[in-house]
């Protein structure tokens, strides 16, 4: 059988559609990896494998049938474990909720199996997306995520096992959740692209909530083209989440492309990062500029988009784990400072909460005006390689903390984010390129980073040893 | 009003940590009021109110 720990969704369709490997070979293959490895990397809170075969089997009968449900159709895949799934618990990455068994399956899983994937497992996140401040690595009862790089390393959160799981070749896919940088840390931090789609495009019903104005489900997966692909299956108006939207988005395929994009690079962009996250985001610049026009200096609109985020995810969290406060349990939590960070959420005001709502109209007109003159805005992803376990993220790396920072502002107005790998920095470890998007723009996003892997080899790079 | 809900479960040293999380909401709310909103700029939330399923009465 041909290796398919690191190939691509497409080329995996291949193997499957030509009978040179079966779903059920592949999902085999994928569990006992993340049985074997999940654990080298505190990826995997739950392996489904009995469920995981029952399904690989009937996708198997259906293509023996001439059935094919589309691009993902046997693909295995793992979901961060905020998700509803059916059967296996939901635990949130909180000690709290280890035993939680919800009923049904979140729309996003429903999607995933509709379109033929072959869900293997339960992916360790940061305990309640990091809603209550972390500010280290061991903030979820499986433990730190490591980076499949270097497991003296942080995955980056709080989509942790979803960034490892694919980095390390354990799922070819996998679906995280983004209220404020929780895909684009462990895409990152792991190497692999991610997409953090735009509010509302996808279905968050049975997903935990920490922000229901800011939380996001997106893929992380080897190429920009698997993130699509991803996003067309699970994307889409469900009646079970008022705030999805109705657009359709189809995934971009990879032909040449119809006309030339524009990108553009915001004013302080290249401060204070480090110099290899500097050197290879030139280079990504030299590689966006044989399919776009690049256009500098841009200036982010000054508003508090920051404060903004913050008040609002504070507010809303705390009232979507008042519970937690009530009962006490809060204090069962990892994180030594998730005990305590979630009080002050308690007696956030409402006037203060809605201020916080009503400055994100102008922050949203703001940036929609500054997005219309480009495809998208690139930056690094971060402006550093991945962080040390043992070090407090405050104390990490102190002299690089970054330029101009567009993510505050893309998670609170919810506009796209596409993450990709661009190189290796200090210590061999990945930096990434961020495109930052209009609201519905995934696509032209997805073409860019299409465009880019096309003409570079980074998604292809594998971790040490893997 | 955390040490009249909580304070039984808090620390002197917690309450201190607390109090220091509170006063940094309170420079993010003095920075959004930096912006300057009119009365008719609104939440950026819209209600869409349930509407009776197909078959049912008042």
Not at chain 1, 119 to 133: D, N, S, T
Not at chain 1, 200 to 219: E, N
Not at chain 1, 303 to 327: G, Q, R, T, V
Not at chain 1, 356 to 364: C, E, I, N, S
Request: glycine content about 10%; overall charge positive.
């Amino acid at each position: 059988m041909t290796d398919p720990t690191f190939l691509s969704i497409p080329e995996l369709g291949v193997l499957l559609r030509s009978r040179r490997v079966s779903s059920v070979e592949l999902a085999r293959h994928f569990l006992d990896r993340l049985e074997r490895l999940g654990p080298t990397y505190n990826a995997v809170v739950t392996v489904m494998r009995e469920s995981a075969i029952a399904e690989a089997q009937e996708r198997d009968r259906e293509l023996a049938a001439g059935k094919a449900r589309g691009a993902l159709h046997g693909i295995p895949c793992g979901v961060k474990d905020l998700l509803a799934t059916h059967g296996a618990p939901t635990t949130w990455g909180a000690a709290p909720y280890r035993d939680q068994m919800l009923k049904g399956d979140a729309t996003v899983v429903r999607r995933l199996r509709s379109a033929g994937a072959v869900v293997c497992a339960k992916l360790a996140m940061v305990e309640l997306a990091g809603g209550m401040g972390y500010n280290q690595a061991f903030a979820s009862f499986t433990g730190p995520g490591k980076t499949p790089w270097d497991p003296s390393r942080w995955s980056g959160g709080s989509s942790s096992g979803p960034g490892s799981a694919v980095g390390a070749g354990l799922v070819p896919f996998a679906i995280g959740s983004e209220t404020w940088g929780s895909i684009q840390y462990p895409a990152a931090f792991c190497g692999v692209s991610g997409l953090r789609p735009t509010y509302g495009r996808v279905s968050r019903h049975g997903a935990m909530a920490l922000s229901w104005t800011m939380d996001k489900l997106g893929p992380l997966a080897r190429t920009a083209e698997d993130c699509g692909l991803v996003l067309e299956a699970i994307a889409g108006a469900d009646p079970q989440d008022p705030t999805t939207i109705t657009q359709r988005f189809a995934a971009p395929r990879p032909v040449r492309l119809r006309r030339r994009y524009r990108v553009g690079i915001l004013r302080g962009t290249r401060e204070k990062v480090q110099p290899e996250v500097l050197r290879n985001f030139e280079a990504s610049l030299s590689v966006l500029r044989q399919v776009a026009d690049v256009v500098e200096d841009l200036q982010l609109p000054e508003l508090p988009y920051d404060a903004a985020a913050s008040i609002i995810i504070d507010a809303e969290a705390a009232s979507a784990f008042e519970p937690l406060f009530e009962n006490g349990r809060i204090t069962e939590l990892t994180a030594p400072e998730d005990r305590l960070g979630g009080y002050a959420g308690q007696v956030v005001l409402a006037k203060d909460y809605l201020r916080a709502l009503r400055v994100r109209r102008p922050a949203a007109v703001g940036l929609a005006k500054l997005l219309s003159q480009v495809d998208a805005i690139a930056a690094p992803s971060l402006p550093t390689i991945a962080w040390p376990l043992d070090a407090p993220f405050d104390k990490v790396y102190p002299n690089y903390p970054g330029g101009t920072d567009i993510s505050g502002a893309a998670n609170l107005c919810g506009v796209p984010g596409l993450f990709l790998m661009n190189g290796t920095g200090e210590a061999g470890l990945p930096t990434s390129l961020q495109l930052t998007g209009r609201a519905l723009g995934e696509a032209a996003l997805l073409a860019i980073g299409m465009a880019y892997q096309a003409r570079t080899n980074f998604h292809r790079l594998r971790p040490p040893g893997l | 009003m955390i040490r009249a809900q909580y304070g039984s479960r808090l620390s002197p040293k917690d309450l201190s940590t607390v109090a220091q999380q509170i006063q940094k909401g309170l420079e993010h709310v003095d920075q959004l009021k930096k912006v300057n909103l009119a009365n008719g700029d609104e939440p950026d939330f819209v209600f869409t109110p349930s509407r009776p399923q197909p078959g049912t009465h008042d």
